[in-house]
């Protein structure tokens, strides 16, 4: 494929090593951002900021190394009374080791920066390491992607989508490209067949070559200034038209295969039936309605684009009110923000959908029974089901124990399949759940 790229831009490619593999370091700890100004080896870069412990300081600052758009806040703050049962943090669980650890304890250990537990409209408990902070703000990354499926079920209820549509119906650009052949529910539960692979740790691979560079979010020298005259994938959209094929091998809606680009897709989707900005229509319809704390804010492409992938940026609390309400099947202190069938189609697991996930052989160890409207389901007549990103967010939900739990990490490694750190948290919030049940907090 000709992508017009300079040549010093392909010289790069074949030297440097794509920093954003989020892989532990073999070196002495460094405590980032340390001096005024920074000291050479504490400094974190657009190059480190995924290594950790560089990721502690710029996942809480993240709009001081990549670029934003803001997301304000709006009407009177809906207060979270508590924390009423600190007592919480003190409770012990088993970890990865097989070691005991006070719940806190294990969060902390496993590179947890804060954790909060909701029960009904009641903050359980909350805990903050690591200097991370009730005001800091944390990117979601990937959770990101669960916050655009929400708002998006607004236009499928209001007739604007058909979800067995192609997305080239709204999008005519398309047309030619690995998503025309696709159906719109296809591409929110990540079957879509695509000749693209997600790759974090080839240097070589697409996705360090061209999309992350075009997401703003993954560094090469020179990629952050080039011209848009002078490649031919600048943002991520034009990734999206211009170098997404089919996979021939695979049919739409046969195979699970997680894929950023689907969420990138999904956010143009809303944006272009909505007729505003991916931003304006989050902050007007969702954001506007929470009562949030703060104002929250997204990471935009190399074009200044959201990253609806993965660039969503907010406090602990905040992220919290918004798993309250996807709890409370849409509604937020008597108000319906999302509309209910929407927020209860995540939970409609076909068993396509499940065997789907029992094929994709990085699963098979995971307790992820399917993945479906771009949330990842554990066990759906529960209701119990999470919005992950990367390195270690979670927004955890349990309907059948009124439950919302968020944490936010700096884990060294970014996936979650097979990654204890993560396991860890996630199981210790599971069987925190379960008790909750048979011992209310409210």
Not at 60 to 77: C, K, Q, S, T, Y
Not at 409 to 423: D, G, H, I, T, Y
Request: charged share 20%.
């Amino acid at each position: 494929m000709n992508l017009r790229t300079p040549l010093w831009l392909l010289l790069a490619f074949s030297t440097v090593s794509f920093t954003a593999v989020g892989q532990a370091q073999e070196r002495e700890y460094v405590k980032p951002m340390q001096g005024v100004p920074p000291s050479r080896e504490s400094q974190v870069t657009m190059a480190n900021y995924r290594d950790y412990p560089m990721n502690m300081w710029a996942f809480r600052n993240v709009g001081a190394v990549l670029n934003m758009v803001m997301v304000p806040r709006e009407g009177d703050i809906h207060r979270l009374p508590g924390p009423l049962r600190p007592e919480i943090g003190e409770r012990e669980f088993t970890d990865a080791q097989g070691q005991t650890k006070s719940f806190d304890a294990l969060f902390e250990s496993n590179y947890a920066d804060g954790v909060l537990v909701m029960q009904g409209s009641r903050l359980l408990h909350e805990a903050y390491f690591h200097d991370f902070n009730e005001r800091s703000h944390h990117i979601w990354f990937s959770m990101t992607k669960s916050l655009a499926s929400a708002v998006f079920g607004l236009l499928v209820e209001e007739g604007k989508v058909d979800l067995q549509a192609s997305p080239a119906k709204y999008i005519p650009e398309l047309k030619g490209s690995g998503f025309e052949r696709v159906t719109i529910q296809q591409v929110l539960d990540h079957a879509t067949a695509i000749d693209f692979h997600e790759n974090y740790t080839d240097q070589e691979s697409d996705f360090s070559r061209f999309y992350a560079p075009a997401l703003n979010m993954g560094w090469i020298p020179g990629a952050a200034d080039v011209q848009p005259d002078a490649v031919e994938i600048y943002g991520a959209q034009d990734f999206l038209v211009k170098f997404i094929k089919p996979d021939p091998a695979v049919n739409p809606g046969a195979a699970f295969d997680y894929n950023s680009s689907n969420a990138d897709l999904l956010g143009w989707l809303i944006a272009r039936i909505s007729g505003q900005s991916f931003q304006d229509y989050v902050q007007q319809n969702l954001w506007a309605k929470l009562g949030a704390e703060h104002d929250a804010y997204l990471v935009v492409d190399r074009a200044l684009m959201p990253v609806t992938t993965g660039g969503m940026n907010t406090t602990l609390r905040d992220a919290a009110r918004f798993g309250m309400m996807i709890r409370d099947r849409g509604e937020f202190v008597g108000r319906q923000v999302i509309p209910a069938q929407w927020v209860d189609a995540s939970l409609d697991i076909s068993d396509g959908l499940r065997a789907n996930m029992a094929a994709n052989p990085k699963y098979g160890e995971e307790p992820w029974v399917a993945y479906h409207n771009m949330w990842w389901i554990l066990d759906e007549k529960a209701g119990e089901y999470c919005a992950v990103g990367i390195h270690g967010q979670v927004i955890y939900i349990n309907r059948s124990a009124d439950t919302v739990m968020v944490w936010f990490s700096s884990q060294p490694v970014a996936s979650a399949a097979r990654n204890p750190a993560f396991r860890a948290k996630l199981d210790a919030a599971r069987e925190l759940a379960v008790s909750l049940i048979r011992q209310p907090g409210k």
